[in-house]
């Protein structure tokens, strides 16, 4: 079975960059997203020279899963199917995703535009959803499992959709540095 073990977070700051191994654009599109987390996604990913395509099916293995952990099932599909299913998806996500070179596991930063712009989100595939991971200091927030922040319903609800209160709530206010140690 095909398993997906992820942890994803929200991203403060630019100190991630120092980490960067590559990037490439990403335009994914949702042919089916439904509220059990059931999702058909097609995703063309533009890299230099090359451009790549895959069609995912994700699904959650079962209602007491860990939320990290997610069943998915991808294959690669040639790039003009993939434009063709791209235009007829009704919820689209654009971004550009870079892969870090970061201790504990797969780490890719994802930079979202348009509509879900400012949001930036790192994840991280791990081997075992009870692993052990040292956070770096430029994750703000674990999301993981938070489902309005998944790629399928950010397709649907754009984060500058949201209410200002909702995008606030996001983020925590730093806490105040003491005089003495600023």
Sequence with gaps: MA?????RFLVRGEEWTSH????????????????DGLTARVR???????HQAWLT??????????????LEFEY????DDAS????????????????LVFPGGDWVVDVFHGANSPLVIAEVEI?????????????????????????????????QQWPKADRQALWPAKPETPAHQA
Excluded at 60 to 66: K, N, T
Excluded at 76 to 79: L, S, T
Aim: hydrophobic share 40%; with cysteine.
């Design 76 to 79: 690669p599909i040639p790039v």
């Design 3 to 7: 398993l997906e073990i992820e942890r």
């Design 127 to 159: 081997q075992h959803a009870d692993d052990s991971l040292a956070i770096p200091s430029w994750c703000a927030q674990e999301v993981t499992g938070l489902h309005s922040l998944s790629n399928a319903l950010l397709a649907r609800n754009p984060f």
């Design 20 to 35: 960067v191994e590559w990037s490439a654009e990403l335009r994914q599109g949702y042919l089916l997203c439904r509220e």
């Design 84 to 99: 063709v299913l791209l235009r007829m998806a009704p919820w689209r996500v654009e971004k550009r995703r870079y892969g």
């Design 57 to 70: 099916i994700k699904a959650q293995p079962d209602p007491g899963a860990p939320a990290a952990v997610r």
């Design 44 to 50: 063309m990913r533009e890299h230099s020279e090359s």
